[in-house]
Structure formats: structure tokens, C-alpha cells
């Protein structure tokens, strides 16, 4: 049983489409350990990366993926078995994320500078370094975006998420979500650009 | 909306490969013959470039507080017990009660043997539980077998043993051999030394539910 949820889990967390797993979802509602373990792990960096882009703080973004998975717990029983697991994570994840946006006026850009590299300890420094850098970056352009926009590109660039489906999260329609990720990847060559050639800034 | 301005709206969609048909068709042919389009559109693709796609993933200690601090609150939230605790609860449910009908049975006349024959059979061995029914008849509500010690008497002897002492001074302060009496401990018994347990108590519907559960639990 634990195997047949895992083998599937695996094949369903590799494949990008996802489909509706009724009998991980029957695990769920049994609030079986393993099952559980097994979507947390599955899901976390998906989700982590998500919350990390739209809030920009490391410690929001770890929250946020808590947060997340305890709603998945306690919705479990009321999700219905066709119910594609993945995409309700992440519409969850997107409004806790927003609603945490929302409250969080007037915006805290020292936050988006946060260093990575000055939390987490780096076994291989070189690596690492250069990794968080990047991160680092990464992060302070993403806080330029218009929250919508940055969603949007977030969604598509580190979840690979359809545009359909983006659009149902934003409840908007897909051609605005053609023109948010246009516009967040155009300023975001333009600040990237930036942060490469002022790299102390 | 100039062309321009129509195709560069697109250029996100068209580097993820989200658009088709028309759109499609209308991004290549404007590109085909733009230089500024094309030249904005490459800056965008190596800038994209740059950010790999797993570029936001959790440090390993991040990734590892989010699953530890998740598999707490699951920890925390569910209500019913694991199933180890059940069973072994159950099985010792069992034991207590296959214990008490060993005791129950000399005394207690009106109780049916069929209903205590499933926990009688596993707790009591065939040997002492016959003779014991025998002298329940005449023997009883009186004679609590405090103190006795569990013996590999016969059947025969333990009979004559319940008969003489039939009416006389309570076991305990009686000598030895009287006190020592039939066997009327279940053998495998793990309990018998707790007082509070050796108690006569009838055997409750709850009682007969719980050791049918702990067969249907063992089976499986």
C-alpha cells in the first residue's frame, strides 16, 4: 500500500502534467505518516520557490511552505479524489503569499536584500557563494516587479505552471498573463543586467 | 498597439513556448524582419539564461526544517492512536480478561461456557480447567484462591483437595498444601500476582467485543 502510493507519487511528481492521485489522496484523508511525508517532500522546493519569489525573505518563504501543507492536511478530507494535488498546492501557496503581500504594506525592500549566504552555512563555499549571489540577485529583482507580474513570472519560470492554470490563480484572463510575464521578463533583463555590472549594489 | 509593441508583449510566451498558431505566426514573421525586436528578444533569452530554474530551491537545513516542522504538526494533530498502541493494548485487554475468566469460571455457575470459550481455551490449560468446573458446583462463591501457588498437581488430587476444604477457615491462614489447593490459575497467566485484577468481575459484552477484535486484529 505505502509502496503503491510512493511508486505513483514518484512517477507524478517527475512528470510535469499532473494528474489526479485519488489513492494518494485516500492516504491523506487516513492521515497515514507516509503519504503525507511523501507530498511534503515531493512538493517543498516547488513550493518554497514559489513563496521565496513572490515574498522575497527566506524565513516567509519557509512559513509559507508550512503553513501550506498544514491547510493540505486539514482540507485533505474534502478534496475530491480527481482533485490534481500540485495545482491546489500551489493556489494555496500563491494566496497565502499574496495575503501575506497584502498585509505586509508599506513594502519592506531591506527584506528582498536579505543574504542567504549570511542564514545558511555553505559546506562547499565557492559553490555556495556564488549560488547565493545569485539568489541574492535574483531576489532583489524580483522585488521590483509589480506583485502580479512577479507571481506570474514565478509561476511559469520555477513551477512551470500552464498559463491556463496561472490564469485561474490570478483570476484574470490568459492574455493578461501573457503580458505580465512579457513585462517581468523584460525588466527583469533590464535589472539583472544591472546587478551584473554593479555586482556590490 | 504598433507591431513592435504587439510582438514584445509576447516575447515572454514566446521564449516559455506558450503561444500557437496565430500568435505564433505573427512573432517569427515581425522578427524575421526587425533587428530591434530580435536583438531585445535574444537580451531577454540570455537573461533568462542566467536564472536557472531551481535557482530559488531550499538550502538542504531549509528543506529539512520544512519536513521536520510539518511531520511535528502532523504529529501533533492526529487524533487516533498508532495502530502499534492499539494492538498491543488490545492483545493486553485480552490477556487480563482471558485471566479473569480462568477465575471467573469455578464460581460463577451461571456463566454459559460458550460465551468464555474462546479466551478459556488460549489462557487456561484443558488439564485444570475441567476439575475446576466440577467443584464449582459445591464450592461456590467462597473460596478466593489468595496466595495459592501455581502447582503441577493432578486433576484427581486437586479435586479431593477443593472437597476438604469445603467450609473451613479461609485459604491463607490454612497450612500449605490446603492453601496451595487445585490450580485454578490460568498457566500462562502474566497477571496473576496483581490483586486488584484477580477480582471476580462477569464477563462483559465489551469484554467479548474486545477479544473478538483482538482475534480479527491477529489474523491479519
Redesign the interface.
Known amino acids: 500500500m505505502h509502496h503503491a502510493v510512493g511508486v505513483r507519487l514518484w512517477g507524478w511528481s517527475r512528470r510535469p502534467p499532473m494528474h489526479g492521485s485519488d489513492e494518494l489522496l485516500e492516504a491523506l484523508r487516513r492521515?497515514e505518516?507516509g503519504a503525507?511525508?511523501q507530498v511534503?517532500?515531493a512538493e517543498?522546493?516547488g513550493l518554497?520557490?514559489l513563496a521565496?519569489?513572490v515574498l522575497g525573505s527566506?524565513q516567509d518563504?519557509?512559513d509559507a511552505?508550512?503553513e501550506v501543507?498544514?491547510k493540505l492536511?486539514r482540507a485533505a478530507p474534502r478534496l475530491s479524489a480527481s482533485t490534481p494535488l500540485r495545482a491546489w498546492l500551489r493556489r494555496v501557496c500563491l494566496n497565502h503569499c499574496l495575503d501575506q503581500l497584502r498585509r505586509r504594506r508599506p513594502r519592506r525592500r531591506v527584506e528582498l536584500l536579505e543574504s542567504?549566504s549570511l542564514r545558511?552555512?555553505s559546506p562547499t563555499p565557492q559553490d555556495r557563494a556564488e549560488?547565493a549571489e545569485?539568489?541574492t540577485a535574483?531576489?532583489h529583482a524580483l522585488g521590483e516587479l509589480p506583485e502580479r507580474q512577479r507571481a506570474v513570472?514565478?509561476l511559469?519560470?520555477?513551477g512551470?505552471t500552464p498559463?491556463k492554470e496561472i490564469a485561474g490563480q490570478l483570476r484574470c484572463s490568459e492574455g493578461t498573463v501573457?503580458?505580465?510575464?512579457?513585462?517581468?521578463?523584460?525588466k527583469?533583463?533590464v535589472l539583472?543586467?544591472e546587478l551584473?555590472e554593479e555586482p556590490e549594489v | 498597439m504598433s507591431d513592435c509593441d504587439r510582438t514584445r508583449d509576447l516575447v515572454g510566451p514566446y521564449l516559455f513556448a506558450d503561444i500557437q498558431g496565430e500568435e505564433l505566426t505573427f512573432v517569427e514573421s515581425h522578427l524575421a524582419g526587425c533587428p530591434a525586436c530580435r536583438t531585445e528578444f535574444a537580451a531577454v533569452e540570455s537573461a533568462l539564461a542566467l536564472v536557472p530554474q531551481d535557482a530559488l530551491k531550499p538550502s538542504d537545513e531549509t528543506r529539512a526544517r520544512i519536513v521536520a516542522a510539518v511531520s511535528r504538526l502532523t504529529a501533533r494533530s492526529s487524533r487516533s492512536a498508532p495502530r502499534w498502541l492499539l494492538r498491543w493494548g488490545l492483545a493486553a485487554a485480552a490477556l487480563v480478561l482471558g485471566t479473569l475468566v480462568g477465575y471467573q469460571l469455578p464460581r460463577g455457575p451461571s456463566l454459559p461456557t460458550d460465551t468464555a470459550a474462546p479466551a478459556v481455551v488460549s489462557a487456561v490449560s484443558a488439564s485444570d480447567a475441567r476439575p475446576v468446573r466440577e467443584a464449582a458446583g459445591s464450592h461456590g462463591e467462597q473460596a478466593p484462591e489468595e496466595g495459592g501457588l501455581p502447582s503441577a498437581d493432578g486433576g484427581g488430587e486437586a479435586n479431593e483437595m477443593i472437597d476438604g476444604r469445603a467450609g473451613a477457615a479461609p485459604p491463607q491462614t490454612g497450612p500449605p498444601e490446603q492453601r496451595s489447593g487445585p490450580d485454578l490459575r490460568p498457566t500462562r497467566s502474566l497477571v496473576a500476582s496483581a490483586p486488584a485484577l484477580r477480582a471476580p468481575r462477569p464477563l462483559g459484552i465489551d469484554d467479548v467485543q474486545v477479544a473478538e477484535a483482538v482475534r480479527i486484529e491477529d489474523m491479519r
Request: proline share 2%.
Open positions: 492521515r505518516d503525507f511525508r511534503v517532500e517543498a522546493d518554497y520557490a521565496l519569489g527566506e518563504a519557509e511552505c508550512q501543507f498544514v492536511l542567504s545558511s552555512p549560488e545569485l539568489q535574483l531576489r513570472f514565478v511559469r519560470h520555477f512551470d498559463l501573457k503580458s505580465h510575464l512579457s513585462r517581468a521578463v523584460s527583469l533583463r539583472l543586467r551584473r
